[in-house]
Structures are given as C-alpha cells and as structure tokens.
C-alpha cells in the first residue's frame, strides 16, 4: 500500500518561512494536495494539484512537488496559519491516501 | 452557496451498524458531475478516507474497510449516505462528508462541519 510520510512537528518564527513536507515513493508523479485543519474545525484545502491555490487562500501558501517529496510553503508566516496540515494523493492501488499530517506552530 | 451537513447517531453499540446522512443543501447533488466522500478522523488522529460515491450511483471504497463499508445516495433528498458495520472502538471518530470534482486527480474542496461518533457499550 501507498504511504506518505510527513513530520509530526515544524516550528516556525513570525514573519518566516515554513517548510512542511510530505515523503512518498515517486510522489512527484501524483497530483498532491493540501489541508489545513485548525482545531474543532473542518479541513479546508488551501493547496491542489502540486501548487495552485484555490480561490481565497493567501498567495504566501505554495506548493512544490518533485521526485520523492512534495513540499507546503508558508511565507510570512502568521499566528492564524497555526494549524495541522495534511497532504493528499490518489494511489491506483490504495486509493485516497492522507498523510500522518504536521502541527504547525509559529513562535 | 452549497453546504454539507452530517447527521445521525452520536453513540453507537459495538458489532452494530453505523449510519450517518450528509444533507446537501444550496445546490442539486446531481446537477453536476461531482462526487461524494466521506472522510473520518480518531480523536486526536490523522484522516482517513472511508469512500465516494458519484452521483449515479457508483462506488469506491478504502480497501481496507470495503467489507464494512456501503454508501448510498438518494437525489431525491438530495443526500448520501454512510454504513459501517460490526463497528469497534476504533471505529470512534469525528467523520466529514465532503465533495469532489473527480475521483482520482480532485481534491475534496467543500467539506462539512462533521459529526463525532463514538462506539461503545
């Protein structure tokens, strides 16, 4: 079955740059996708397919994704981008697969 | 705009069936080709994908709970639906109904405000 391995934890001062990535074999041929899940609260995609933004999330969310890593960039980060974040991808064998998912917090 | 709401039991006995109703509202659930998902989260865990449903009625379920798992849908009351039988404790979690415009290359862009279930006696 298809895994995607993603930190537990990354930390990240104000106003920096937040890296979160998420590990699968050749994941860099599958669209990946992105949650952010605040506490009490639905997920809500804030990235799909690699690196496009749906409509109302902040342009300082990105996406890449690349050989055995996709990666969640946070630009300027903010108290509020404090959350967990899931990556998402279709394995033709497993199906719908989330990662273990990555509590951000901004000091 | 559209909106999905869970509803259903919020306790369920061990080895019984779990059955939950996600209402769309807002919108026709087969006015387009979308399908429809159910996702679920142990407290305190990661999501899961239980399974979809396209609004014809075919279906796709998480290998690993196939056996267990049935998904309905019923256009006219605009909802779907989920069974989960011989629940277990592990079964207990907090499980969303959301939408997607595809099977394989869609994410799931609208979600519901979800329903915690807990299995026990």
């Known amino acids: 079955s298809y895994e995607l391995t993603q930190p537990l934890s990354v930390s990240v001062a104000l106003g920096q740059t937040a890296r979160i990535t998420c590990g699968g074999n050749?994941?860099?041929?599958?669209?990946v996708h992105w949650y952010q899940q605040k506490p009490g609260q639905a997920p809500v995609l804030v990235i799909y397919?690699?690196?496009n933004r749906p409509s109302g999330i902040p342009e300082r969310f990105s996406g890449s994704n690349s050989g055995n890593t996709a990666t969640l960039t946070i630009s300027r980060a903010q108290a509020g981008d404090e959350a967990d974040y899931y990556c998402?991808?279709?394995?033709?064998?497993?199906?719908?697969?989330f990662g273990g998912g990555t509590k951000l917090t901004v000091l | 705009q559209l909106q999905l709401q869970e509803s259903g039991p919020g306790l369920v006995k061990p080895s019984e069936t779990l059955s939950l109703t996600c209402t769309v509202s807002?919108?026709?659930?087969?006015?387009?080709?979308?399908?429809w998902g159910w996702i679920r989260q142990p407290p305190g865990k990661g999501l899961e994908w239980i399974g979809s449903i396209y609004y014809s009625g075919s279906t796709y379920y998480n290998p690993s709970l196939k056996s267990r798992v049935t998904i309905s849908v019923d256009t006219s009351k605009n909802q779907f639906s989920l069974k989960l039988s011989s629940v277990t404790a592990a079964d207990t979690a907090v499980y969303y109904c959301?939408?997607?415009?595809?099977?394989?290359?869609?994410?799931?862009?609208?979600w519901g405000r979800g329903t915690l279930v807990t299995v026990s006696s």
């Open positions: 397919r690699d690196s």
């Open positions: 050749n994941i860099g041929s599958k669209n």
């Open positions: 959301a939408r997607q415009a595809d099977l394989q290359y869609a994410p799931f862009d609208l």
């Open positions: 998402q991808v279709w394995d033709s064998s497993t199906a719908w697969v």
């Open positions: 807002g919108g026709s659930i087969s006015s387009s080709s979308y399908y």
